[in-house]
């Protein structure tokens, strides 16, 4: 059912390609893009209908089908040679918590949980594990990003947040995946209150979804709330805050615990397909460099408990602000002067589960890594107004950095280079590309102004609150969508840009 209405969509939009959608414009500068303009694409993609974009869901249908209309409307064409035209299958595997029960064991007394203390997910349909030693391993890390305990048949405890001694280490779901490869039994991550406890029981908690290629996860997974790691560390005759604070050391080796577990664990486990949506406008004068636009389509889907008003986080800043944009750059580079160069223009699936669908792009590309000059990506871009700084995450080649400021100078705007939007580098996109030596910038006004964007973070961010409203601030992101068209075109233009430059 889903599948037919999706390909019928693709079919009505493929046809559209046939058509040649713009005559040579003449050579003159590209319009501005309008908070108008981003406000009609942001209002269709975060719509109740689009149920938030969730990965595998019929919000992803209804998103690819606009998405690619856009796009094709804009110019755009299917990847030639393509077996599936505009998008790129993304194999998954769901886990989905069915039951389960956790035990643990203090100095022979017996300590079970409730619901509000542990989040419990199995990597198998069924899993049974008794009299598993714990370990408090604090960030799972040392200083130098490696595994900091032997874990092996362990139930490793974990924190949640990043590790304060370095911040290019892994963030916690490569962490517990590091844990899982050095042989733990179990790693419950000890949740840092942040995200309300239901919330992260219905988002996160009872569903984990992998790449079907990755490698499998520990036989048991799962989450501690602060209170229950709490609990469990006191009757243990350990102090968490004091543990907490051990952790903050580089050379933490973790802490054993007077503490066995039992688990138990049915799941449902389910294969399913998600999409990149892929396209390319071919450049009047190739020379094999590409440009790559790129930002996640998929948000949270259904997040919020049954019994709330509001269930649908409809990820209207994130990341429907982002498409938006991407939407309107296709508009201005495909209808105004041919670019020299190929430029692709890539929205991802299921960067909210991980960058997964940008991780299956760097190991699946449809062009190669190393023709790829720059990947722009655009991310949670309505976050200030008209006159903000320009931020670039990933700056740092001298090359490249000229090009921003020369830019976004020729537009009238300011740059901010002052480093702190660096903090974000591995929760965006561009992180899985730059892992496999792409350039990958993120640039615009969102992550200059630290006080709105962590007024956002703090606020409506990954909660059904992110909803279109007229009150979403677009002046920023429209000054960002020129910034990006004009971008589009240096980096393109290989009379300005060699291609090559570090
Ligand atoms: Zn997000």
């Avoid at 796009?71 to 595997?93: H, I, M, N, R």
């Avoid at 899982?180 to 991550?189: E, F, I, Q």
């Avoid at 399913?272 to 004068?285: C, T």
């Avoid at 956002?456 to 020129?482: N, T, V």
Wanted: aromatic share 6%.
């Amino acid at each position: 059912m889903k599948n037919s209405s999706f390909r019928a969509a693709i079919a009505a939009v493929a046809l559209l390609s046939f058509t040649p959608a713009v005559s040579a414009a003449p050579a003159k500068g590209d319009a501005p893009v309008t908070e108008a303009e981003l406000a009609a694409h942001i209002k269709i993609l975060a719509d109740d209908a689009f149920e938030g974009r969730a990965p595998g869901t019929e919000g992803e249908d209804r998103t690819i089908a606009y998405v690619v209309g856009e796009w094709a409307k804009a110019g755009l064409e299917p990847v030639p040679g393509s077996a599936t035209p505009w998008v790129q299958p993304v194999p998954f595997v769901e886990t989905q918590a069915l039951g389960g029960t956790a035990k643990f064991k203090v100095n022979g007394r017996e300590i079970v949980p409730g619901d509000d203390g542990i989040i419990l997910t199995g990597r198998d349909a069924s899993v049974a594990l008794a009299d598993v030693p714990a370990l408090f391993v604090g960030y799972g890390v040392d200083g130098a990003g490696q595994v900091n305990a032997d874990v092996k048949g362990k139930l490793a405890i974990m924190l949640f947040d990043n590790a304060p001694f370095g911040d290019k280490l892994p963030r916690y779901r490569e962490r517990r995946q590091m844990l899982a490869d050095a042989g733990a039994s179990a790693v419950l991550v000890v949740s840092n209150g942040a995200v309300p406890w239901p919330a992260l029981r219905e988002s996160v908690g009872g569903k984990y979804v992998r790449l079907a290629s990755a490698k499998p996860g520990a036989p048991v997974s799962g989450f501690f709330s602060p209170e229950g790691a709490d609990a469990l560390l006191k009757a243990a005759g350990q102090d968490g805050a004091a543990l907490r604070e051990a952790a903050k050391s580089p050379d933490y080796k973790g802490a054993a615990l007077p503490v066995t577990a039992d688990f138990t664990a049915e799941s449902a486990v389910r294969p399913f397909a998600s999409h990149n949506i892929i396209a390319k406008l071919p450049g009047a004068k190739p020379d094999g460099k590409a440009v790559l636009f790129l930002g996640h389509w998929d948000h949270l889907g259904i997040c919020a408990p049954e019994g709330e008003a509001d269930r649908i986080c409809n990820g209207a800043v994130d990341n429907a602000s982002g498409i938006a944009v991407l939407i309107e750059i296709a508009k201005r580079l495909g209808q105004g002067v041919r670019p020299d160069r190929d430029i692709y223009f890539m929205a991802t699936t299921a960067e909210e589960k991980g960058l997964l669908g940008a991780h299956w792009f760097a190991d699946h590309p449809v062009v190669p890594l190393s023709d790829i000059t720059v990947a722009l990506n655009v991310d949670t871009i309505a976050i200030s107004p008209r006159g903000t700084p320009v931020a670039t995450i990933g700056r740092g080649k001298p090359a490249y950095d000229a090009m921003v400021r020369e830019e976004a100078t020729r537009l009238g705007r300011t740059l901010d280079e002052d480093g702190e939007a660096d903090a974000f580098i591995q929760r965006q996109d561009g992180w899985a590309l730059g892992a496999k030596g792409v350039t990958s910038l993120m640039v615009g006004g969102s992550f200059s102004d630290m006080k709105l964007l962590e007024a956002f973070l703090g606020s409506d961010y990954h909660r059904p609150a992110d909803a279109f409203s007229d009150k979403i601030p677009l002046g920023g992101a429209a000054e960002d969508a020129d910034l990006h068209v004009a971008l589009g075109r240096a980096f393109a233009d290989t009379k300005r840009w060699p291609g090559t430059a570090e």
